[in-house]
């Protein structure tokens, strides 16, 4: 059955990046939407709608249903990110039930060695780690994906209207640093957000990067970082219409001085640059022509961690 799944999901399935071929999972959402899209936050984000309410069952089918469109990547896939419009780890959002199947599933994957799984800040609990650390092998790292998106309260919380704090940004590291390495963290950061451009918008990336660093070094935990534009969604089109997409040569220098900061530091910290999208961008043909031109070499950067496959 291929229930509710659409091209862009596809799309989003398969890529490489530093720790080499990544396939996506993208799961319904247990409770319609993402809890915080349906209050109004986050007003970046078109994702959080969902795709409509799945019950366990429904996801289930759509578990066989991705084994099968996947079946040869999944073989060799090294990274399996879980997805579904919202967070894995609230049990609203998904049930256990769900979450054990998968993760059951991905433990029985040879090739694969790290589980990202997207969640907000509250449900990255000892009881939710607890869970997940026992579901996969000892020899899979399981990651948290959180969209931290900048370091900067008032673009975080005054301009996208997330409404996630420093305060439970650092509990969750403070619960991820129990599991002495285990566990680890994916930073998203999101490039030129609402009214920042040029040099300011370069500036903002790098100091949020420095943050998760921080963090990282005071909690003990593991952080590499996801790369992605800003784009107008519907959601951010009525909210920020003058804002413009991410500027593509400024996000290269962005890039460039990231990884800098990553050598000077001797840090093993590791840059993905996700430039695709979910087909909320309200500009696709231009993302599409951004992805025929740049796809390439962003796969090359993100495998290699090379920045002369951006100039
Ligand atoms: S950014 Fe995350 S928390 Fe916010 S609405 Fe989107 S999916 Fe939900």
């Known amino acids: 059955m291929r229930p509710k799944i659409n091209n862009a999901d596809i799309q989003l399935g398969v890529a490489y990046g530093p720790d080499g071929k990544r396939v996506a999972l993208a799961i319904g959402n247990e409770n319609g939407s993402c809890p915080f899209y349906l209050r109004g936050d986050c007003h970046h984000c078109d994702i959080g709608e969902g795709e409509g309410l799945f ?18 990547d999944l073989q060799d896939a090294e990274h399996l990110l879980v997805y579904n419009s919202g967070s894995v780890l609230d049990q609203r959002e998904m049930s256990r039930r769900t979450l054990g199947t998968i993760l059951g599933y991905i433990s029985s994957l040879d090739k694969c060695k790290v589980v990202s799984l997207d969640s907000r800040e509250m449900y990255v609990t ?15 790292q399981a990651r948290i994906i959180l969209g931290i998106e900048s370091q900067n309260d008032e673009i975080r919380i005054g301009k996208l209207n997330k409404r996630m704090t420093k305060g439970g940004i650092e509990r969750l590291f403070s619960n991820v640093g129990e599991y002495n390495g285990e566990v680890g963290i994916d930073v998203n950061i ?20 420095k943050y998760g660093l921080e963090l990282s070094e005071q909690y003990g935990v593991p952080v590499d970082f996801n790369f992605h534009p800003y784009y107008q969604s519907e959601r951010s089109g009525k909210m920020f219409p003058d804002h413009p997409r991410a500027n593509l040569r400024d996000a290269k220098e962005a890039l460039g001085r990231m990884k800098m900061i990553l050598e000077e530091k001797a840090s093993n910290s590791k840059i993905f640059i996700g430039w695709q999208d979910e087909e909320h961008d309200q500009e696709q043909d231009v993302k599409v022509r951004e992805l025929e031109r740049e796809l390439e070499r962003f796969n090359q950067f993100n495998v290699s961690q090379n920045v002369r496959f951006l100039e």
């Open 55 to 72: 019950t366990p069952d429904m996801n289930l089918e759509r578990l066989e249903w991705l084994k099968d469109y996947f079946k040869d």
């Open 126 to 140: 000892k009881d939710s780690l607890d869970y997940v650390v026992k579901s996969l092998r000892e020899d899979q």
């Open 190 to 209: 999101v490039f030129q957000p609402p009214e920042l451009t040029g040099e300011e918008a370069i500036q903002e990336v790098v100091e949020t990067m």
